[in-house]
Nanobody, 121 residues
């Protein structure tokens, strides 16, 4: 499997925006998405997208603020993050699976290395 590679993280003021990218999707990955992990906290599902059809799912904490999308020719998934809050500070990981979004949330098959997102006030 090709390693997923995230980019786009950084430092941003509260209320600002960032867009994360994840490159390296394999053909067998039906769903891709994003998780995050803050220091001292458990890894948390953020958003997922089905490659065929583009169905999406979001954590309640990011609904209305984050948007997941994909560029099929580039085998790349994005996470547009708007209205960022300090609570969004975490390492964000791209993940992929060959099943449903539910499967992605429970048993993702492979991961990226992570990109740090820091939101200051």
């Amino acid at each position: 499997q090709v390693q997923l590679v995230e980019s786009g993280g950084g430092l941003v003021q509260a209320g600002g925006s960032l867009r994360l990218s994840c490159a390296g999707r394999k053909f067998s990955s039906n769903v891709m998405g994003w998780f995050r992990q803050a220091p001292g906290k458990e890894r948390e599902f953020v958003a997922g997208i089905r490659w065929n059809g583009g169905s999406t799912a979001y954590a309640d904490s990011v609904k209305g603020r984050f948007t997941i999308s994909r560029d099929s020719p580039k085998n790349t998934v994005y996470l547009q993050m708007n209205s960022l809050k300090p609570e969004d500070t975490a390492v964000y990981y791209c993940a992929a699976a060959s099943g449903s979004i539910v499967i992605l949330r429970t048993t993702p098959e492979y991961w990226g290395q992570g990109t740090q997102v820091t939101v200051s006030s």
